[in-house]
């Protein structure tokens, strides 16, 4: 079970020091990391699946370019 007390282990272990204040916060962060990689996990993916990434850099007469997504 990941608790205060484990993420102040985690980052004390990798010489970080975490105010108590940032406790909380920084334990929401690790909990919603480890949800991710359960659903990542849970993908139907082959072992050998390679990710893939596809770039286009637009072009005069192909229209206006889209807007940046915000992270």
Known sequence: MVDRTFIQTLAEANGIAIP?????????Q???YLELL?????LPL???AEPS???ALPT?????VPPRQKR
Do not use: H, I, P
């Open 38 to 42: 359960n659903r990542l996990d849970s």
């Open 46 to 48: 082959d072992m050998g």
């Open 60 to 64: 005069e007469g192909t229209g206006a």
């Open 30 to 32: 690790y909990q919603t």
């Open 20 to 28: 108590e204040e940032r406790l909380e916060v920084v334990l929401k």
């Open 53 to 55: 990434a596809t770039f």
